[in-house]
């Protein structure tokens, strides 16, 4: 059975940081690319960022490019998305998901397992 748990969310103030993990278990996670999503209350989910099953790949969404970074630790079996200079617009549940294949998706219908969330709130 897979499970992806997130850690790490929490309420900061605007110019901030926080560090979210994804701890990944039942699969193989070095085969399987990766991806952040987060959904803002009455907003759609929305790709945030995503690595490849090797690492050397990152893509990131336009709103957080600069300013977040994806990275992933095999060994670990986990996810992490750094964040720097939070602003009140990245207030929402951050999720982690594992993508069918080696790549990942900018739709959430490329990932095949989700976790539950994590909760963040940037405040000004």
């Known amino acids: 059975q897979v499970q992806l748990v997130e850690s790490g969310g929490g309420l900061v103030q605007a110019g901030g940081s926080l560090r979210l993990s994804c701890a990944a278990s039942?699969?193989?996670?070095?085969?399987?690319?990766m991806g952040w999503f987060r959904q803002a209350p009455g907003k759609e989910r929305e790709f945030v960022a995503g690595?490849?099953?090797?690492?050397?790949?990152?893509y990131y969404a336009d709103s957080v490019k600069g300013r977040f970074t994806i990275s992933r630790d095999n060994a670990k079996q986990t996810l992490y998305l750094q964040m720097n200079n939070l602003k009140p617009e990245d207030t929402a549940v951050y999720y982690c998901a594992m993508s069918r294949d080696g790549s990942y998706y900018y739709t959430d219908t490329g990932y095949d397992y989700w976790g539950q969330g994590t909760q963040v709130t940037v405040s000004s």
């Open positions: 039942g699969r193989t996670f070095s085969a399987y690319g």
């Open positions: 690595i490849r099953w090797i690492g050397g790949s990152t």
